[in-house]
T-cell receptor, first 115, second 115 residues
Framework: AQTVTQSQPEMSVQEAETVTLSCTYDTSESDYYLFWYKQPPSRQMILVIRQEAYKQQNATENRFSVNFQKAAKSFSLKISDSQLGDAAMYFCAYKGATSGSRLTFGEGTQLTVNP | NAGVTQTPKFQVLKTGQSMTLQCAQDMNHEYMSWYRQDPGMGLRLIHYSVGAGITDQGEVPNGYNVSRSTTEDFPLRLLSAAPSQTSVYFC??????????????FGEGSRLTVL
């Protein structure tokens, strides 16, 4: 079974600084997809960024980018120029190519942004 | 722009009571699912459905029943609530069944407390 591990329960960053959230996963599949979801205090889960494992290029969405290391099974999220609105719980998630739409989530990392 | 709608948002039950969490989506998504979120454990899949009349178990199905009579609705039933079912529940849906990097769309969550 696939597992997703986020080893940082809590992180903090100063406004305008850069922070990196870590995620590792374990799988025997060669084709899969990885996601980062954000959960603000409102509880609404919002997709931040996604990565296809077959793509070598790291995904980028504005201030959000990933460092995807397939051999190391690592998928970290970098947030640049952090803003107060980035404060949230962040979840890393895995989906195998043969898993339909089923996601496996990590434990989450609570990000605090200090003014 | 309703998306995925969950009701109720909050509920308190006594041990042994039954209840149904409602989930409806207006995006004509084939795939629907229920997750529970517990501190330090991320989101775990309870049940999912790939279309009307088709349901299957996820990672933590015990104590929960589901049915899918229409494409739009996917209710989650607790037949005899237990304190271990105290959690935040999320309904999520997605277009398509064959994976890919398709986004899961989430409802706002339902906080359930079982006394």
């Amino acid at each position: 079974a696939q597992t997703v591990t986020q080893s940082q329960p809590e992180m903090s960053v100063q406004e305008a600084e850069t922070v990196t959230l870590s995620c590792t996963y374990d799988t025997s599949e060669s084709d899969y997809y990885l996601f980062w979801y954000k959960q603000p205090p409102s509880r609404q889960m919002i997709l931040v960024i996604r990565q296809e494992a077959y793509k070598q290029q790291n995904a980028t969405e504005n201030r959000f980018s990933v460092n995807f290391q397939k051999a190391a099974k690592s998928f970290s999220l970098k947030i640049s120029d952090s803003q107060l609105g980035d404060a949230a719980m962040y979840f890393c998630a895995y989906k195998g190519a043969t898993s339909g739409s089923r996601l496996t989530f990590g434990e989450g990392t609570q990000l605090t942004v200090n003014p | 722009n309703a998306g995925v709608t969950q009701t109720p948002k909050f509920q308190v039950l006594k041990t042994g009571q039954s209840m149904t969490l409602q989930c409806a989506q207006d995006m004509n998504h084939e795939y629907m699912s229920w997750y529970r979120q517990d501190p330090g454990m991320g989101l775990r899949l309870i049940h999912y459905s790939v279309g009307a009349g088709i349901t299957d178990q996820g990672e933590v199905p015990n104590g929960y029943n589901v049915s899918r009579s229409t494409t739009e609705d996917f209710p989650l039933r607790l037949l005899s609530a237990a304190p271990s079912q105290t959690s935040v529940y999320f309904c999520a849906s997605s277009v398509g069944l064959t994976g890919g990097a398709r986004e899961l769309f989430f409802g706002e969550g339902s906080r359930l407390t079982v006394l």
